[in-house]
């Protein structure tokens, strides 16, 4: 079974940034994998998908500009650097994967198209 283990939140200031890692206990390389967050009182909402090589991701237009995900297979990590952060960026942060290939389903990076999920990490923007 597939664990997945967030780190890196924690309380920024606004116009912060931060870098989010999710390690995997098991081999990433056959998996697709996303980062999702979840705002007080919000559903969870789908912020970048990548691919398997990770040379395909998909962003959502609420962080496009502001977020880069990117993986290391060799290393079974995932990041997610988060710039400009806002107060509207608080929340809980969590790294997903599913064992499939890259296709225009997957990239609609939707949260009940996951199996396996992390158990997050808290992001608070407060000055």
């Known amino acids: 079974q597939l664990q997945l283990v967030e780190s890196g939140g924690g309380l920024v200031q606004p116009g912060g940034s931060l870098r989010l890692s999710c390690v995997s206990t098991?081999?990433?390389?056959?998996?697709?994998v996303a980062w999702f967050r979840q705002a007080p009182g919000k559903e969870r909402e789908g912020l970048a998908c990548v691919s398997r090589s990770g040379r395909q991701i998909k962003y959502a237009d609420s962080v496009k500009g502001r977020v880069t995900a990117s993986r290391d297979n060799a290393q079974n990590t995932v990041f997610l650097q988060i710039d400009a952060l806002n107060s509207e960026d608080t929340g809980v942060y969590y790294c997903a994967a599913k064992q499939t290939t890259w296709s225009a389903y997957v990239q609609r990076c939707e949260p009940d198209m996951y199996d396996h999920w992390g158990q997050g990490t808290h992001v608070s923007v407060s000055s």
């Open positions: 098991g081999d990433l390389l056959d998996y697709t």
